[in-house]
Protein backbone atom coordinates (compact mmCIF):
# COMPACT_ATOMS: atom_id res chain seq x y z
CA UNK A 1 0.00 0.00 0.00
CA UNK A 2 2.67 2.36 0.83
CA UNK A 3 4.59 1.98 -2.32
CA UNK A 4 1.16 3.53 -3.91
CA UNK A 5 1.82 6.73 -1.70
CA UNK A 6 3.95 8.20 -4.34
CA UNK A 7 1.56 7.86 -7.25
CA UNK A 8 -1.07 8.79 -4.75
CA UNK A 9 0.54 12.05 -3.97
CA UNK A 10 1.05 12.73 -8.12
CA UNK A 11 -2.49 11.90 -8.53
CA UNK A 12 -3.16 13.97 -5.44
CA UNK A 13 -1.70 17.16 -6.63
CA UNK A 14 -3.09 17.10 -10.06
CA UNK A 15 -6.47 16.81 -8.38
CA UNK A 16 -5.43 19.49 -5.77
CA UNK A 17 -4.51 22.05 -8.76
CA UNK A 18 -7.85 21.21 -10.73
CA UNK A 19 -10.09 21.28 -7.69
CA UNK A 20 -8.55 24.70 -6.12
CA UNK A 21 -9.31 26.34 -9.96
CA UNK A 22 -12.68 24.52 -9.65
CA UNK A 23 -13.23 25.96 -6.34
CA UNK A 24 -12.22 29.63 -7.06
CA UNK A 25 -14.34 29.67 -10.07
CA UNK A 26 -17.18 28.23 -8.35
CA UNK A 27 -17.02 30.57 -5.28
CA UNK A 28 -16.52 33.94 -7.20
CA UNK A 29 -19.29 33.04 -10.08
CA UNK A 30 -21.58 30.60 -8.89
CA UNK A 31 -20.44 28.06 -12.11
CA UNK A 32 -20.47 24.79 -11.82
CA UNK A 33 -18.02 24.41 -14.85
CA UNK A 34 -18.51 20.59 -16.41
CA UNK A 35 -16.38 21.58 -19.19
CA UNK A 36 -13.28 22.08 -16.24
CA UNK A 37 -11.97 18.86 -18.18
CA UNK A 38 -11.74 20.24 -21.24
CA UNK A 39 -9.49 22.98 -20.21
CA UNK A 40 -7.47 20.36 -18.49
CA UNK A 41 -7.09 18.69 -21.35
CA UNK A 42 -6.24 21.59 -23.43
CA UNK A 43 -3.45 22.42 -21.34
CA UNK A 44 -2.18 19.08 -22.52
CA UNK A 45 -3.03 19.33 -26.07
CA UNK A 46 -1.38 22.84 -25.97
CA UNK A 47 1.45 21.92 -24.60
CA UNK A 48 1.65 18.50 -27.22
CA UNK A 49 1.01 21.01 -29.97
CA UNK A 50 4.13 23.49 -28.93
CA UNK A 51 6.43 21.22 -27.95
CA UNK A 52 6.43 18.04 -30.52
CA UNK A 53 8.93 18.04 -33.28
CA UNK A 54 7.83 19.70 -36.16
CA UNK A 55 7.74 16.23 -38.29
CA UNK A 56 5.40 14.89 -35.46
CA UNK A 57 2.45 14.33 -37.88
CA UNK A 58 -0.20 13.12 -35.73
CA UNK A 59 -1.96 15.88 -33.90
CA UNK A 60 -4.82 17.75 -35.59
CA UNK A 61 -5.86 16.12 -38.68
CA UNK A 62 -2.26 15.76 -39.65
CA UNK A 63 -2.26 18.69 -41.38
CA UNK A 64 -0.66 21.11 -39.20
CA UNK A 65 2.63 20.24 -37.95
CA UNK A 66 3.79 21.14 -34.26
CA UNK A 67 5.89 24.05 -33.44
CA UNK A 68 8.93 22.48 -31.87
CA UNK A 69 9.39 24.40 -28.63
CA UNK A 70 11.65 24.24 -25.60
CA UNK A 71 9.46 21.63 -23.67
CA UNK A 72 8.94 24.55 -20.71
CA UNK A 73 8.26 27.42 -22.54
CA UNK A 74 5.49 25.21 -24.28
CA UNK A 75 4.12 24.09 -20.89
CA UNK A 76 4.12 28.18 -20.20
CA UNK A 77 2.23 28.88 -23.21
CA UNK A 78 0.06 26.43 -22.83
CA UNK A 79 -0.87 27.47 -19.63
CA UNK A 80 -1.33 31.04 -20.94
CA UNK A 81 -3.60 29.63 -24.09
CA UNK A 82 -5.51 27.97 -21.12
CA UNK A 83 -6.23 31.87 -19.30
CA UNK A 84 -6.72 33.30 -22.72
CA UNK A 85 -9.37 30.27 -23.66
CA UNK A 86 -11.26 31.01 -20.07
CA UNK A 87 -11.35 34.66 -20.53
CA UNK A 88 -12.94 34.30 -23.79
CA UNK A 89 -15.55 31.75 -22.23
CA UNK A 90 -16.43 34.41 -19.77
CA UNK A 91 -16.73 37.36 -22.21
CA UNK A 92 -18.94 35.74 -24.87
CA UNK A 93 -20.83 33.19 -23.18
CA UNK A 94 -21.17 33.29 -19.13
CA UNK A 95 -20.81 37.35 -18.95
CA UNK A 96 -23.50 37.38 -21.59
CA UNK A 97 -25.70 34.70 -20.23
CA UNK A 98 -24.84 36.42 -16.39
CA UNK A 99 -26.21 39.73 -17.74
CA UNK A 100 -29.28 38.00 -19.38
CA UNK A 101 -30.07 36.58 -15.37
CA UNK A 102 -29.89 32.88 -16.37
CA UNK A 103 -30.17 30.74 -13.51
CA UNK A 104 -27.40 28.58 -12.31
CA UNK A 105 -29.04 25.15 -13.60
CA UNK A 106 -29.51 26.84 -17.28
CA UNK A 107 -25.89 27.62 -17.10
CA UNK A 108 -24.66 24.02 -15.50
CA UNK A 109 -26.50 22.35 -18.00
CA UNK A 110 -24.68 25.29 -20.45
CA UNK A 111 -21.21 24.23 -19.54
CA UNK A 112 -22.49 20.29 -19.81
CA UNK A 113 -23.20 21.34 -23.22
CA UNK A 114 -19.76 23.43 -23.58
CA UNK A 115 -17.50 20.14 -22.33
CA UNK A 116 -19.32 17.89 -25.16
CA UNK A 117 -18.98 20.07 -27.65
CA UNK A 118 -15.34 20.88 -26.52
CA UNK A 119 -14.22 17.25 -26.20
CA UNK A 120 -15.60 16.39 -29.46
CA UNK A 121 -13.50 19.01 -31.23
CA UNK A 122 -10.90 17.39 -29.80
CA UNK A 123 -11.41 14.17 -30.95
CA UNK A 124 -11.92 15.27 -34.42
CA UNK A 125 -8.61 17.57 -34.30
CA UNK A 126 -6.51 16.07 -31.43
CA UNK A 127 -7.60 12.45 -33.11
CA UNK A 128 -8.44 9.66 -30.24
CA UNK A 129 -4.93 8.06 -30.05
CA UNK A 130 -2.75 8.38 -26.81
CA UNK A 131 0.04 10.45 -26.91
CA UNK A 132 2.89 11.38 -24.59
CA UNK A 133 5.12 14.77 -24.48
CA UNK A 134 8.27 14.43 -26.24
CA UNK A 135 10.63 13.59 -23.27
CA UNK A 136 12.92 11.16 -22.64
CA UNK A 137 11.88 7.92 -20.21
CA UNK A 138 13.40 8.39 -16.57
CA UNK A 139 13.71 5.76 -13.79
CA UNK A 140 12.47 5.81 -10.80
CA UNK A 141 14.30 6.61 -7.49
CA UNK A 142 13.38 6.71 -3.96
CA UNK A 143 12.65 9.77 -2.25
CA UNK A 144 11.88 9.54 1.61
CA UNK A 145 10.02 6.41 0.95
CA UNK A 146 7.99 7.73 -2.09
CA UNK A 147 8.97 6.08 -5.60
CA UNK A 148 8.78 8.60 -8.57
CA UNK A 149 10.92 9.85 -11.34
CA UNK A 150 13.26 13.02 -10.83
CA UNK A 151 10.49 14.90 -13.24
CA UNK A 152 7.77 13.40 -11.17
CA UNK A 153 9.12 14.95 -7.98
CA UNK A 154 9.68 18.01 -10.44
CA UNK A 155 5.45 18.15 -10.39
CA UNK A 156 5.15 17.63 -7.33
CA UNK A 157 7.21 20.40 -6.29
CA UNK A 158 5.69 22.47 -8.49
CA UNK A 159 2.67 21.85 -7.98
CA UNK A 160 2.75 22.87 -4.43
CA UNK A 161 4.65 25.78 -4.89
CA UNK A 162 1.70 27.38 -6.63
CA UNK A 163 -0.79 26.25 -4.32
CA UNK A 164 1.37 27.97 -1.60
CA UNK A 165 1.34 31.12 -4.05
CA UNK A 166 -2.67 30.83 -4.53
CA UNK A 167 -3.24 30.79 -0.93
CA UNK A 168 -1.16 33.55 -0.05
CA UNK A 169 -2.40 35.49 -3.25
CA UNK A 170 -6.17 34.72 -2.36
CA UNK A 171 -5.46 35.78 1.80
CA UNK A 172 -3.61 38.77 1.71
CA UNK A 173 -3.58 40.72 -1.92
CA UNK A 174 -6.23 43.36 -2.51
CA UNK A 175 -7.36 41.01 -5.58
CA UNK A 176 -7.33 37.97 -3.32
CA UNK A 177 -9.60 40.27 -1.33
CA UNK A 178 -11.71 41.44 -4.31
CA UNK A 179 -12.15 37.59 -5.30
CA UNK A 180 -13.57 36.92 -1.97
CA UNK A 181 -15.31 39.77 -1.34
CA UNK A 182 -17.24 39.13 -5.33
CA UNK A 183 -17.68 35.38 -4.04
CA UNK A 184 -19.80 36.75 -0.82
CA UNK A 185 -21.97 39.70 -2.52
CA UNK A 186 -21.23 40.79 -6.54
CA UNK A 187 -23.71 43.35 -5.81
CA UNK A 188 -21.89 44.60 -2.15
CA UNK A 189 -18.59 44.76 -4.04
CA UNK A 190 -19.97 46.76 -7.43
CA UNK A 191 -21.52 49.83 -4.63
CA UNK A 192 -18.17 49.36 -2.72
CA UNK A 193 -16.41 50.39 -5.76
CA UNK A 194 -15.31 46.99 -7.26
CA UNK A 195 -15.78 46.65 -11.23
CA UNK A 196 -16.79 42.97 -9.93
CA UNK A 197 -16.89 42.24 -14.19
CA UNK A 198 -13.44 42.60 -14.14
CA UNK A 199 -12.92 40.83 -10.87
CA UNK A 200 -15.15 37.49 -12.28
CA UNK A 201 -12.40 37.78 -16.01
CA UNK A 202 -9.62 37.64 -13.74
CA UNK A 203 -11.19 34.60 -11.92
CA UNK A 204 -11.75 32.90 -15.17
CA UNK A 205 -8.26 33.34 -16.53
CA UNK A 206 -6.97 32.89 -13.47
CA UNK A 207 -9.44 29.29 -13.10
CA UNK A 208 -8.80 27.93 -16.37
CA UNK A 209 -4.63 28.85 -16.45
CA UNK A 210 -4.74 26.54 -12.99
CA UNK A 211 -6.89 23.73 -15.05
CA UNK A 212 -4.27 23.82 -18.02
CA UNK A 213 -1.68 23.67 -15.64
CA UNK A 214 -3.29 20.55 -13.95
CA UNK A 215 -3.64 19.15 -17.26
CA UNK A 216 0.21 19.73 -18.32
CA UNK A 217 0.76 17.56 -15.26
CA UNK A 218 -1.49 15.22 -15.54
CA UNK A 219 0.07 14.35 -19.27
CA UNK A 220 3.69 14.73 -18.04
CA UNK A 221 3.19 12.20 -15.49
CA UNK A 222 0.45 10.13 -17.83
CA UNK A 223 -0.31 10.54 -21.25
CA UNK A 224 -2.25 13.17 -23.63
CA UNK A 225 -5.90 12.20 -24.24
CA UNK A 226 -8.57 14.13 -26.03
CA UNK A 227 -11.07 13.08 -22.56
CA UNK A 228 -8.32 13.51 -20.04
CA UNK A 229 -10.06 15.96 -17.92
CA UNK A 230 -13.38 14.23 -18.71
CA UNK A 231 -12.22 11.26 -16.49
CA UNK A 232 -10.84 13.22 -13.50
CA UNK A 233 -13.43 15.27 -13.41
CA UNK A 234 -15.54 13.02 -11.21
CA UNK A 235 -12.51 13.17 -8.83
CA UNK A 236 -12.14 16.84 -9.05
CA UNK A 237 -15.60 17.17 -7.77
CA UNK A 238 -15.22 15.04 -4.90
CA UNK A 239 -12.23 16.49 -3.87
CA UNK A 240 -14.08 19.92 -4.16
CA UNK A 241 -17.00 18.94 -2.00
CA UNK A 242 -15.11 17.00 0.30
CA UNK A 243 -12.72 20.08 1.11
CA UNK A 244 -15.46 22.33 1.31
CA UNK A 245 -17.38 23.85 -1.44
CA UNK A 246 -16.10 27.43 -2.29
CA UNK A 247 -13.28 27.23 0.10
CA UNK A 248 -9.99 27.42 -1.73
CA UNK A 249 -7.77 25.72 0.69
CA UNK A 250 -9.97 23.26 1.25
CA UNK A 251 -10.21 22.41 -2.19
CA UNK A 252 -6.73 21.53 -2.11
CA UNK A 253 -6.78 19.38 0.79
CA UNK A 254 -9.85 17.59 -0.26
CA UNK A 255 -8.32 17.15 -3.66
CA UNK A 256 -4.88 15.54 -2.15
CA UNK A 257 -7.18 13.81 -0.32
CA UNK A 258 -9.26 12.03 -2.76
CA UNK A 259 -6.11 11.75 -4.86
CA UNK A 260 -4.23 9.24 -2.40
CA UNK A 261 -6.94 7.38 -1.35
CA UNK A 262 -7.37 6.54 -5.17
CA UNK A 263 -4.03 5.15 -5.53
CA UNK A 264 -3.25 3.61 -1.97
CA UNK A 265 -6.90 1.87 -2.34
CA UNK A 266 -4.98 -0.24 -5.33
CA UNK A 267 -2.94 -1.66 -2.97
CA UNK A 268 -5.91 -2.64 -0.42
CA UNK A 269 -5.72 -7.06 -0.47
CA UNK A 270 -9.38 -7.50 -1.57
CA UNK A 271 -9.01 -4.93 -4.81
CA UNK A 272 -6.56 -6.98 -6.79
CA UNK A 273 -7.40 -7.80 -9.80
CA UNK A 274 -9.74 -4.85 -9.56
CA UNK A 275 -7.96 -1.64 -9.89
CA UNK A 276 -10.09 -0.37 -12.45
CA UNK A 277 -12.65 -0.13 -9.01
CA UNK A 278 -10.45 2.72 -7.48
CA UNK A 279 -12.20 5.57 -7.78
CA UNK A 280 -14.85 3.70 -6.09
CA UNK A 281 -13.00 3.36 -2.93
CA UNK A 282 -12.58 6.74 -2.56
CA UNK A 283 -15.66 8.40 -3.45
CA UNK A 284 -17.39 6.31 -0.92
CA UNK A 285 -14.79 7.52 1.65
CA UNK A 286 -15.83 11.05 0.23
CA UNK A 287 -19.57 10.00 1.11
CA UNK A 288 -18.97 9.13 4.38
CA UNK A 289 -16.69 11.75 5.43
CA UNK A 290 -19.91 14.15 3.85
CA UNK A 291 -22.19 12.50 6.25
CA UNK A 292 -20.59 12.78 9.30
CA UNK A 293 -19.38 16.35 8.38
CA UNK A 294 -21.72 17.82 5.84
CA UNK A 295 -19.92 21.59 5.19
CA UNK A 296 -16.88 19.41 4.38
CA UNK A 297 -13.70 19.36 5.53
CA UNK A 298 -12.76 23.03 5.90
CA UNK A 299 -16.45 24.27 4.85
CA UNK A 300 -17.53 26.86 7.70
CA UNK A 301 -21.14 27.09 9.14
CA UNK A 302 -22.20 30.80 8.84
CA UNK A 303 -24.42 32.55 11.32
CA UNK A 304 -27.39 33.07 9.12
CA UNK A 305 -29.36 35.68 9.58
CA UNK B 1 -29.04 73.44 3.76
CA UNK B 2 -29.68 74.65 0.21
CA UNK B 3 -27.47 72.83 -1.89
CA UNK B 4 -28.76 69.85 -3.65
CA UNK B 5 -26.97 66.57 -3.78
CA UNK B 6 -29.47 64.51 -5.30
CA UNK B 7 -32.24 65.40 -7.89
CA UNK B 8 -34.31 62.79 -9.32
CA UNK B 9 -36.46 64.19 -12.53
CA UNK B 10 -39.31 60.86 -13.44
CA UNK B 11 -36.90 58.22 -12.31
CA UNK B 12 -38.81 55.24 -14.30
CA UNK B 13 -36.97 51.66 -13.81
CA UNK B 14 -37.66 48.17 -13.35
CA UNK B 15 -36.20 44.79 -12.90
CA UNK B 16 -37.71 43.70 -16.05
CA UNK B 17 -37.42 45.10 -19.52
CA UNK B 18 -40.93 46.78 -20.27
CA UNK B 19 -41.82 46.47 -16.73
CA UNK B 20 -41.47 49.23 -14.59
CA UNK B 21 -41.99 49.80 -10.94
CA UNK B 22 -40.60 53.31 -10.94
CA UNK B 23 -43.16 55.19 -13.15
CA UNK B 24 -41.71 58.82 -12.70
CA UNK B 25 -40.34 60.20 -9.24
CA UNK B 26 -39.40 62.77 -8.20
CA UNK B 27 -36.84 63.45 -5.30
CA UNK B 28 -34.59 65.83 -3.88
CA UNK B 29 -32.17 65.82 -1.03
CA UNK B 30 -30.49 68.57 -0.15
CA UNK B 31 -26.79 69.15 1.84
CA UNK B 32 -27.22 67.75 5.24
CA UNK B 33 -30.66 66.94 4.76
CA UNK B 34 -32.24 63.61 6.34
CA UNK B 35 -34.82 62.48 4.21
CA UNK B 36 -37.51 58.79 4.33
CA UNK B 37 -39.42 57.51 1.44
CA UNK B 38 -42.21 55.76 2.64
CA UNK B 39 -44.86 53.88 1.25
CA UNK B 40 -46.39 50.25 1.21
CA UNK B 41 -44.59 47.10 -0.11
CA UNK B 42 -44.35 47.45 -3.88
CA UNK B 43 -43.99 50.98 -3.88
CA UNK B 44 -40.96 51.26 -5.24
CA UNK B 45 -38.64 52.06 -2.49
CA UNK B 46 -35.88 50.34 -2.64
CA UNK B 47 -35.75 50.21 -6.46
CA UNK B 48 -35.53 53.57 -6.10
CA UNK B 49 -31.92 53.42 -4.26
CA UNK B 50 -31.33 50.28 -6.86
CA UNK B 51 -31.82 52.72 -9.92
CA UNK B 52 -29.36 55.69 -8.22
CA UNK B 53 -27.05 52.94 -7.39
CA UNK B 54 -26.53 52.04 -11.01
CA UNK B 55 -27.47 47.68 -9.90
CA UNK B 56 -31.05 48.39 -11.91
CA UNK B 57 -30.99 50.29 -15.50
CA UNK B 58 -33.37 53.24 -15.46
CA UNK B 59 -35.29 53.50 -18.66
CA UNK B 60 -36.44 57.02 -18.06
CA UNK B 61 -36.09 60.29 -16.38
CA UNK B 62 -32.90 61.40 -14.87
CA UNK B 63 -31.02 61.90 -12.02
CA UNK B 64 -28.26 64.52 -11.10
CA UNK B 65 -25.89 64.32 -8.40
CA UNK B 66 -24.51 68.11 -7.20
CA UNK B 67 -25.85 69.43 -10.48
CA UNK B 68 -24.31 66.76 -12.88
CA UNK B 69 -26.30 64.48 -14.46
CA UNK B 70 -25.08 60.59 -13.77
CA UNK B 71 -28.29 58.29 -15.25
CA UNK B 72 -27.28 54.80 -15.66
CA UNK B 73 -23.80 55.56 -14.14
CA UNK B 74 -21.54 51.98 -13.98
CA UNK B 75 -22.67 50.97 -10.46
CA UNK B 76 -18.55 50.70 -9.27
CA UNK B 77 -18.26 54.34 -10.26
CA UNK B 78 -21.31 55.93 -8.34
CA UNK B 79 -19.17 55.41 -5.65
CA UNK B 80 -16.42 58.06 -6.62
CA UNK B 81 -19.21 60.38 -6.55
CA UNK B 82 -19.61 60.64 -2.78
CA UNK B 83 -22.37 58.36 -2.88
CA UNK B 84 -22.85 55.13 0.01
CA UNK B 85 -25.01 52.70 -0.09
CA UNK B 86 -26.01 50.35 2.49
CA UNK B 87 -28.50 47.40 0.90
CA UNK B 88 -30.98 45.83 3.49
CA UNK B 89 -30.14 42.30 2.85
CA UNK B 90 -26.65 41.07 2.07
CA UNK B 91 -25.01 44.27 3.83
CA UNK B 92 -21.34 43.10 4.72
CA UNK B 93 -19.20 40.78 3.49
CA UNK B 94 -19.80 37.40 5.92
CA UNK B 95 -16.75 35.58 4.90
CA UNK B 96 -14.66 38.39 5.30
CA UNK B 97 -13.19 39.41 8.59
CA UNK B 98 -14.80 42.88 9.39
CA UNK B 99 -10.84 44.57 8.69
CA UNK B 100 -11.28 43.66 5.72
CA UNK B 101 -14.96 44.36 4.94
CA UNK B 102 -13.67 47.99 5.76
CA UNK B 103 -10.46 47.49 3.38
CA UNK B 104 -13.02 46.51 0.40
CA UNK B 105 -15.56 49.46 1.65
CA UNK B 106 -12.26 51.76 0.95
CA UNK B 107 -11.45 49.94 -2.62
CA UNK B 108 -12.12 53.26 -4.22
CA UNK B 109 -9.29 55.09 -2.41
CA UNK B 110 -5.64 55.04 -2.58
CA UNK B 111 -3.91 57.06 -0.37
CA UNK B 112 -6.02 57.78 2.75
CA UNK B 113 -7.27 53.95 3.36
CA UNK B 114 -5.46 53.65 6.38
CA UNK B 115 -6.10 57.25 7.68
CA UNK B 116 -9.95 56.71 7.26
CA UNK B 117 -10.08 53.42 8.53
CA UNK B 118 -8.33 54.32 11.81
CA UNK B 119 -11.11 56.85 11.72
CA UNK B 120 -13.80 54.56 11.54
CA UNK B 121 -12.17 52.19 13.95
CA UNK B 122 -12.34 55.86 16.78
CA UNK B 123 -15.66 55.98 15.56
CA UNK B 124 -16.76 52.34 16.59
CA UNK B 125 -14.80 50.74 19.24
CA UNK B 126 -16.85 47.75 18.73
CA UNK B 127 -14.86 46.88 14.76
CA UNK B 128 -12.14 47.84 16.30
CA UNK B 129 -12.39 44.84 18.97
CA UNK B 130 -13.30 42.42 16.56
CA UNK B 131 -11.37 43.47 13.48
CA UNK B 132 -10.63 39.83 13.26
CA UNK B 133 -13.58 38.45 13.54
CA UNK B 134 -15.31 37.07 10.57
CA UNK B 135 -18.12 39.46 9.71
CA UNK B 136 -20.32 36.35 9.05
CA UNK B 137 -20.12 36.16 13.06
CA UNK B 138 -22.01 39.35 14.21
CA UNK B 139 -25.42 39.87 15.57
CA UNK B 140 -27.92 41.97 13.19
CA UNK B 141 -27.44 45.24 14.89
CA UNK B 142 -23.53 44.90 14.76
CA UNK B 143 -23.89 43.76 11.14
CA UNK B 144 -25.39 47.07 10.43
CA UNK B 145 -23.16 49.06 12.34
CA UNK B 146 -20.01 47.48 10.05
CA UNK B 147 -22.52 48.13 7.27
CA UNK B 148 -22.71 51.70 7.83
CA UNK B 149 -19.36 52.23 8.60
CA UNK B 150 -18.31 50.21 5.63
CA UNK B 151 -20.37 52.87 3.59
CA UNK B 152 -19.17 55.79 5.73
CA UNK B 153 -15.20 54.47 5.11
CA UNK B 154 -14.97 56.60 1.79
CA UNK B 155 -16.77 59.72 3.37
CA UNK B 156 -19.40 60.14 0.86
CA UNK B 157 -21.58 63.30 1.10
CA UNK B 158 -24.61 60.70 0.84
CA UNK B 159 -25.66 58.34 2.56
CA UNK B 160 -28.47 55.58 0.77
CA UNK B 161 -29.81 53.63 3.43
CA UNK B 162 -32.47 50.57 2.73
CA UNK B 163 -34.78 49.52 5.96
CA UNK B 164 -31.23 49.78 8.11
CA UNK B 165 -34.11 49.08 11.04
CA UNK B 166 -35.10 45.85 9.23
CA UNK B 167 -35.42 42.47 11.37
CA UNK B 168 -33.89 44.07 14.30
CA UNK B 169 -34.45 44.45 17.96
CA UNK B 170 -35.74 47.71 19.43
CA UNK B 171 -32.59 48.26 21.36
CA UNK B 172 -30.52 47.66 18.41
CA UNK B 173 -32.87 49.69 16.38
CA UNK B 174 -32.23 52.71 18.60
CA UNK B 175 -28.75 52.44 18.59
CA UNK B 176 -28.58 52.52 14.82
CA UNK B 177 -30.82 55.31 14.61
CA UNK B 178 -28.59 57.42 16.81
CA UNK B 179 -25.47 56.48 14.77
CA UNK B 180 -27.94 57.69 12.00
CA UNK B 181 -28.11 60.38 13.31
CA UNK B 182 -24.27 61.14 14.42
CA UNK B 183 -23.53 60.63 10.38
CA UNK B 184 -25.79 63.90 9.84
CA UNK B 185 -24.54 65.61 12.16
CA UNK B 186 -21.22 65.01 11.20
CA UNK B 187 -22.59 66.71 7.59
CA UNK B 188 -24.02 63.68 5.66
CA UNK B 189 -27.07 64.00 3.74
CA UNK B 190 -29.00 61.17 4.33
CA UNK B 191 -31.48 59.31 1.96
CA UNK B 192 -33.58 56.68 4.55
CA UNK B 193 -36.25 53.94 2.49
CA UNK B 194 -38.29 52.75 5.91
CA UNK B 195 -40.49 50.28 6.78
CA UNK B 196 -41.41 51.52 9.43
CA UNK B 197 -43.03 54.81 8.81
CA UNK B 198 -43.90 57.08 12.16
CA UNK B 199 -39.94 56.30 13.53
CA UNK B 200 -38.61 57.42 9.84
CA UNK B 201 -40.91 60.59 9.64
CA UNK B 202 -40.38 61.54 12.49
CA UNK B 203 -36.41 61.67 12.31
CA UNK B 204 -36.28 62.77 9.32
CA UNK B 205 -36.31 66.63 7.87
CA UNK B 206 -38.35 65.46 5.29
CA UNK B 207 -40.52 62.57 3.76
CA UNK B 208 -42.14 61.50 0.15
CA UNK B 209 -44.85 59.08 0.20
CA UNK B 210 -44.60 56.88 -2.75
CA UNK B 211 -47.67 54.64 -3.96
CA UNK B 212 -47.38 52.06 -7.21
CA UNK B 213 -43.93 53.82 -8.67
CA UNK B 214 -45.60 57.25 -8.62
CA UNK B 215 -44.82 60.42 -5.54
CA UNK B 216 -48.20 60.34 -3.04
CA UNK B 217 -46.97 63.03 -0.95
CA UNK B 218 -45.00 64.64 0.28
CA UNK B 219 -43.37 67.38 2.58
CA UNK B 220 -41.78 67.71 6.70
CA UNK B 221 -41.43 64.85 8.70
CA UNK B 222 -43.80 65.93 10.69
CA UNK B 223 -46.62 67.32 8.40
CA UNK B 224 -46.46 64.16 7.03
CA UNK B 225 -46.65 62.32 10.21
CA UNK B 226 -49.76 64.56 11.03
CA UNK B 227 -51.22 64.61 7.95
CA UNK B 228 -55.00 62.96 7.31
CA UNK B 229 -54.39 61.30 4.49
CA UNK B 230 -51.60 59.68 5.00
CA UNK B 231 -52.44 58.34 8.62
CA UNK B 232 -55.28 56.84 6.91
CA UNK B 233 -53.36 55.10 4.05
CA UNK B 234 -50.18 54.34 5.65
CA UNK B 235 -49.85 54.99 9.12
CA UNK B 236 -53.34 54.05 10.72
CA UNK B 237 -54.16 55.83 13.73
CA UNK B 238 -51.32 57.60 15.93
Given at each position: MLDQLGNGLLLGIIISVASVALSLLYGVTRIVNFAHGEIIALGAIATLFFS????????????FSPLGLNFALSCILAVIVCGLFGGLLELILFRPLRKGNVGNIAVLVVTIGLSIFIRHLYLLFATGKVQNFPLELQRRQTYLFFDMTPRNLKVLIIGILVMILIGLLLTYTKLGKAMRAVRDSEELSSVSGINSDNIILITWISSSMLAGLAGVFQATINDVRWNMGFLILLLIFAGTVLGGIGTSFGAMVGGLIIGILVQV??????MEGHTEAKNAVALGIMIVILLFRPQGIFGQKERIS | MDKTVLECNGIAAGY????????GVDLVVKEKEIVSIIGPNGAGKSTLLKAIMGLINISGGRFYINGIEKTNLATHK?????IGYVPQ????????TIEENLEIGSW????QQKENLNQIYEQFSLLKDRK????????GGQRQILALARALITKPTLLLLDE?????SPVAINEVFSIINDINESGVSILLVEQNAKRALSFSDRGYVLDQGRNAYQGKGEDLLNDPRVIDLYLGKL
Open positions: SPIDYRILFLDKSVGLPF | VKDLNILQIVNEGVANVFPSLSLNKKDKAGNLSPSAGL
